[in-house]
Structures are given as C-alpha cells and as structure tokens.
T-cell receptor, first 114, second 114 residues
Framework: GAVVSQHPSWVICKSGTSVKIECRSL??????MFWYRQFPKQSLMLMAT?????????EQGVEKDKFLINHASLTLSTLTVTSAHPEDSSFYIC??????????FGAGTRLSVL | RKEVEQDPGPFNVPEGATVAFNCTYS??????FFWYRQDCRKEPKLLMS???SGNEDGRFTAQLNRASQYISLLIRDSKLSDSATYLC???????????????FGKGTSLLVTP
C-alpha cells in the first residue's frame, strides 16, 4: 500500500521552543495532506488540511499562528508547533492518500513539552 | 452531537469468540466509510472499507446501512492478535476546509484473552 513517512517519531522539548514535524508521501504525490492530533484516550481530531501551493485550512479552534503548516511540494508537508507549551503535548499524525479517499497515516509524532 | 459515534467498549472476549462493533454517523452526505485498527501508541491502519452491499475479508465482515446511517464490523474466531482499538471512520467534508477528510469515532477497545 501507499507509504507515508513522518519524522520525528518522538520529541521532548522545553516550553517556549518550536518543533517542526515532517510528513512525506514516499510513493505518490499528494496535493492534500491532513494533520491530526490525538490526546490520551481520545479520538483523532482533524487540525488542518494542508494544500500544496496554497494556504492551509484550519479547523475551528485551531490557532493558525501557533500551528504553522507548509506544503511546498507534492510530497512534503510540515507542521511547526510554535512556542510549544505543556498543553501542546500530544500525538500528532499526518495522513495522505493517492486518491484522497483512502488515507494512509504516518507513524505519528509524540510531542512532550516540559 | 459527535459526527461519528461508536460503542464505548471495552470488549473483553475469549479467543475464538465472535464480536460485533457498531457505529453511527450524523452526516447523511458522507461518502466513504472505513474501519481502521489502532494499536496502543501507534498510528491507525486501514482494516477495510465498508460498502453498502456488505463486504468480507477473511474473519472480518463489514456492513453499511445508509438509511439508518449505521456501520458494523463483525470479527469471527477472534485471535489474540486482534486485540486493539477499532476506529469507525467516515469520509466527510472538513468543517472549514476543501476536499474531504476523515472523521473518527472514539474507538472501541477489544481485548482477546486466552
């Protein structure tokens, strides 16, 4: 099946620092990628839709200035958590799909902000 | 009302048992339906798509009732390796985005015991 690579898998950082997460589609091009967040014992929640060559669209309640998304190529989207705080600690996952219907997920990034 | 709702679980069943999960969705315009499996601290992985005619993949059978907006998953002859969280997933238009993104139920936890 299609492969989506996400990096890093685990980040521990101090409060106030910025963290960049990369999501790559390895064997297909993706004009759209999705970023989700999952808190413990909760379901995945869509944060934003990353659109190649244009601005990302954010779900209600997600601060666009805090979660910067860049989708500069057809195979790479990045999510930067700016000035991270402990409440941003979560499991961040990206997804993409060759047809946009079935989605494949990256392995996720576990962010711990101290 | 949450867009996708599932049995809360957890389901504890002995090896060899048959277990059924249910799911309802609220958006009648939803296009595609899936069951994903998520192991602890891992990303979701596609288990199977769900079609109106019903579909089977080995020990797994999925059904969709569009009129009732209801989806089910049946697992026969449960194995220890089936222990995981099963996510009901509906492909709908994001609230503020373009294209489609996945909406997840909270998941139903299954534990198969020897």
């Amino acid at each position: 099946g299609a492969v989506v690579s996400q990096h890093p898998s685990w980040v521990i950082c101090k409060s106030g620092t910025s963290v960049k997460i990369e999501c790559r589609s390895l064997d297909f091009q993706a004009t759209t990628m999705f970023w989700y967040r999952q808190f413990p014992k909760q379901s995945l929640m869509l944060m934003a839709t990353s659109n190649e060559g244009s601005k990302a669209t954010y779900e209600q309640g997600v601060e666009k200035d805090k979660f910067l998304i860049n989708h500069a190529s057809l195979t790479l989207s990045t999510l930067t958590v700016t000035s991270a705080h402990p409440e941003d600690s979560s499991f961040y996952i990206c997804s993409a799909g060759p047809t946009g219907n079935i989605q494949y997920f990256g392995a996720g990034t576990r962010l711990s902000v101290l | 009302r949450k867009e996708v709702e599932q049995d809360p679980g957890p389901f504890n069943v002995p090896e060899g048992a048959t277990v059924a999960f249910n799911c309802t969705y609220s958006n009648s315009a939803s296009q595609s339906f899936f069951w994903y499996r998520q192991d602890c601290r891992k990303e979701p992985k596609l288990l199977m798509s769900v079609y109106s005619s019903g579909n089977e993949d080995g020990r797994f059978t999925a059904q969709l009732n569009r009129a009732s907006q209801y989806i089910s998953l049946l697992i026969r002859d449960s194995k220890l390796s089936d222990s995981a969280t099963y996510l009901c997933v509906v492909n709908s238009r994001p609230q503020h985005g373009s294209g489609y993104a996945l909406n997840f139920g909270k998941g139903t936890s299954l534990l198969v015991t020897p």
